[in-house]
């Protein structure tokens, strides 16, 4: 059972780790991973069809623990122990919820001290008991119901009687309404989430004439309060180190062994490169580079939206792009079906099946790649955008190499 410090307005957790609100789904998932063993039998529960209109929510049943994320900004925005039987709960170190310490309304009186009278939801037949940033709500029966005007604690009930929570809300502000028309905003990450990453706020895909030049980031760097913030560019052609020196070291650096879509080009047929051609992968900034195994220099941006449904999610933050193609501005918010419609891309897709060296299988079905110009979008099956990938032609690679070579 897990022994768990509640921090109302801000978090749930213990010594070790802590769920806090504002924190990206990708580092409350980090947390439940890094717990394999205590924390067990955790669902993912997501909207196929509208992934921006329902709530990404984390489920652990088994700890009676719901984690309610921002479908939009996918950070945490409420915190739900609905079944306080499963795990302990205390608050400045005083224990108010275990197998043996049953959490009546005295018990959380008496360890979170007075508050505004409770509310009484008729319907549910919940009063709910509110300090800033957490609720506490209770069953009780409906013979209590005719005086509860002055709130909870004015209710009397027999000897024994007194009803328990029944379910705890962590969130931030001032008070949570469940059902209410506008639920909570998730707040700003934390800055105990920022780690050693870059975030980034909003990344503009700069063009001209029809082809693509380069991005401009806005980021966000931790340790600082607030938060700094600077504005680097990255460009085709550019090296790996000045790519390094304007976002910082990648997350990951990846060798690109497979190509999936060399078949497609008219070049497929001559002898692959001796070497490979290797990302710089920036996970939080949703963004990955690509660059010439021969030159060094960059080839190609992918743009990752971080939809759920798709096989990439969670390995990417969200990248919030904006990218002005023809008479339409497309972000990762964007259907294809407008898209489609806007940029007149007629020609049939490409399909494309992910699967890993050791599960073959891709539990969420093919994507399809359009290209116009010299952007290639990957479309999900709900007509969300699931990537954007950002190329220069054969043409365009060569005379830039030769501008290189003669500067």
């Known amino acids: 059972m897990l022994d768990l410090e509640i921090v109302p307005e801000r978090s749930l957790g213990c010594e070790s780790w802590e769920f806090v609100l504002g924190m990206h789904f990708s580092q409350a998932v980090s947390i439940i991973q890094s717990q394999v063993g205590t924390i067990r039998g955790v669902q993912v529960l997501y909207s196929d069809q509208n992934p921006l209109a329902v709530d990404l929510v984390i489920n652990m049943p088994q700890d009676g623990i719901r984690l309610v994320f921002d479908p939009v900004a996918q950070r945490l925005k409420t915190i739900e122990i609905y079944n306080m039987k499963l795990v302990k709960l205390r608050y400045s170190g005083m224990c108010f919820n275990s197998p043996e310490i049953t959490p009546s309304i005295e018990q959380v009186e008496h360890c979170f001290g007075a508050t505004h009278p409770g509310l009484y939801d008729s319907t549910r037949h919940l009063f709910a008991l509110n300090f800033r940033g957490l609720s506490f709500y209770f069953p009780v029966d409906s013979k209590f119901e005719p005086g509860y005007a002055h709130g909870l604690g004015s209710l009397q009930f027999p000897d024994g009687g007194s009803p328990v929570v029944a379910r705890t809300t962590i969130y931030p502000g001032s008070q949570h309404k469940p059902g209410a028309a506008a639920a909570p905003a998730a707040p700003d990450l934390p800055l105990a989430c920022y780690g050693h990453e870059l975030q980034l706020r909003r990344c503009d895909v700069l063009r001209s004439g029809g082809a693509t030049?380069?991005?401009?980031?806005?980021?966000?760097?931790?340790?600082?309060?607030?938060?700094?913030?600077?504005?680097?560019?990255?460009?085709?052609?550019?090296?790996?180190?000045?790519?390094?020196?304007?976002?910082?070291?990648?997350?990951?650096?990846?060798?690109?062994?497979?190509?999936?879509?060399?078949?497609?080009?008219?070049?497929?047929?001559?002898?692959?490169?001796?070497?490979?051609?290797?990302?710089?992968?920036?996970?939080?900034?949703?963004?990955?580079?690509?660059?010439?195994?021969?030159?060094?220099?960059?080839?190609?941006?992918v743009?990752?939206?971080?939809?759920?449904?798709?096989?990439?999610?969670?390995?990417?933050?969200?990248?919030?792009?904006?990218?002005?193609?023809?008479?339409?501005?497309?972000?990762?918010?964007?259907?294809?079906?407008?898209?489609?419609?806007?940029?007149?891309?007629?020609?049939?897709?490409?399909?494309?099946?992910?699967?890993?060296?050791?599960?073959?299988?891709?539990?969420?079905?093919?994507?399809?790649?359009?290209?116009?110009?010299?952007?290639?979008?990957e479309v999900m099956s709900n007509n969300h955008i699931a990537s954007v990938t950002l190329y220069r032609p054969e043409g365009a690679r060569a005379h830039a190499s030769a501008a290189d070579a003669g500067a």
């Open 303 to 377: 743009l990752h939206t971080n939809y759920p449904g798709h096989y990439n999610f969670n390995m990417y933050h969200r990248c919030e792009f904006r990218l002005a193609a023809a008479a339409v501005t497309v972000t990762a918010y964007s259907r294809w079906e407008a898209v489609s419609r806007a940029l007149r891309v007629c020609e049939r897709p490409v399909v494309l099946n992910r699967a890993s060296s050791t599960n073959t299988t891709n539990p969420f079905g093919s994507t399809f790649c359009y290209g116009y110009q010299d952007i290639i979008f």
């Open 213 to 301: 030049l380069g991005l401009r980031l806005h980021v966000c760097a931790g340790g600082a309060r607030p938060p700094s913030a600077r504005r680097p560019l990255v460009r085709f052609g550019d090296s790996c180190q000045a790519v390094a020196r304007a976002l910082a070291a990648p997350a990951r650096l990846y060798y690109k062994a497979d190509d999936k879509m060399r078949i497609h080009r008219p070049t497929a047929r001559r002898r692959p490169p001796p070497a490979s051609d290797y990302f710089f992968n920036y996970f939080t900034l949703g963004l990955d580079v690509l660059f010439d195994a021969r030159t060094h220099r960059v080839k190609k941006f």
